[in-house]
């Protein structure tokens, strides 16, 4: 009765994968270990890039630039570098850049006061 439907367990544990170090690792570590549950890829992408000093496949940052000074950001998600490129308009009152891979770029300005 063992192939009888609803019998096997799925396995549904997500796994990432990246050529450059041509392998590939499921997020147990990550779901089980360090319980961080929905930001399992994040985490790992993370910790990945930590050790490595790249990102695993299918992973692009998000870069915010000052277009009149040297201050920049990198973030995973679009919502951390645009809160920083905000931030950074209002106190400056310069514009950034917010660019996501082959995305077309974003500029950011301080709000009129």
Do not use: K
């Amino acid at each position: 009765m063992d192939d009888a439907p609803g019998n096997h367990e799925i396995d549904d544990t997500p796994t990432i994968t990246c050529d450059r170090c041509d392998r590939s690792w499921d997020l147990a570590y990550e779901l089980d270990e360090l319980a961080v549950g929905n930001q399992a890829i994040q985490q790992f992408a993370l910790d990945h890039h930590r050790h490595t000093g790249h990102f695993p496949d299918g992973i692009a940052t998000w870069q915010a630039s000052c277009r009149q000074c040297p201050e920049t950001v990198e973030r995973l998600e679009e919502s951390a570098a645009r809160r920083w490129a905000e931030t950074h308009a209002r106190h400056t009152r310069h514009s950034v850049a917010i660019e996501h891979g082959e995305e077309e770029t974003d500029i950011v300005t301080a709000p009129d006061t």
